[in-house]
């Protein structure tokens, strides 16, 4: 079975600094990748994912992502955030063997940017 | 740009009653799911539908859950008994294709029961 960790269940950070939101996954098998986020009373929005090729994944809004087989992570970095990254971003798995596209969530992060 | 989207936005319901809650998916996608949060905890999934099926369900989805395409463009899930532990998020999703792993996210029905 698979599960993600997400350590921080909240982030606050001034505007314009760098921020880093955690996530860890476990599975007996290879994965996929994503993070999600939530604006206030909007659905869950891809923001970037993983399937295959580089380990390092950017989103068209500044925030990236790298893979770490080995350390089992796929942390979300912004190097200067905007009021407006302000909302609850979300990693999440699916297993990669096909045939089963659920995604597994882990229990979210407020991001909160104060000016 | 399409999105999926949900009614009612919050539904309040007795223990036992029944509900549905409607989804209007993205008029071109083939696959959809339900996934529900509880307060402060995970996102979870609950059921996929590809072909008028379910390919696949959850622990969670026992027989008081059914889901439904009943037209063409809503997708519905009932819960027939509801209880207490259901109250939660639900929120609906679908995709074009399992090969991108895109799915787009609805914004969610508050389901409340008293």
């Known amino acids: 079975a698979q599960s993600v960790t997400q350590l921080d269940s909240q982030v606050p950070v001034f505007e314009e600094a760098p921020v880093e939101l955690r996530c860890n996954y476990s599975?007996?098998?290879?994965?996929?990748l994503f993070w999600y986020v939530q604006y206030p009373n909007q659905g869950l929005q891809l923001l970037l994912k993983?399937?295959?090729?580089?380990?390092l994944v950017e989103s068209i809004n500044g925030f990236e992502a790298e893979f770490n087989k080995s350390q089992t992570s796929f942390h979300l970095r912004k190097p200067s955030v905007h009021i407006s990254d302000t909302a609850e971003y979300f990693c999440a798995v699916s297993d990669n063997r096909g045939g089963s596209e659920k995604l597994v969530f882990g229990k979210g992060t407020k991001l909160t940017v104060n000016p | 740009e399409p999105e999926v989207t949900q009614t009612p936005s919050h539904q309040v319901t007795q223990m036992g009653q029944e509900v549905i809650l409607r989804c209007v998916p993205i008029?071109?996608?083939?696959?959809f799911y339900w996934y529900r949060q509880i307060l402060g905890q995970k996102v979870e999934f609950l059921v996929s539908f590809y072909n008028n099926e379910i390919s696949e369900k959850s622990e969670i989805f026992d027989d008081q859950f059914s889901v439904e395409r009943p037209d063409g463009s809503n997708f519905t899930l009932k819960i027939r008994s509801t209880k207490l532990e259901d109250s939660a998020m639900y929120f609906c999703a679908s995709s074009w294709d399992l090969s991108s792993y895109e799915q787009y996210f609805g914004p969610g029905t508050r389901l409340t029961v008293t």
């Open positions: 008029s071109n996608h083939l696959y």
């Open positions: 993983y399937l295959s090729g580089s380990t």
């Open positions: 599975s007996s098998v290879s994965v996929y």
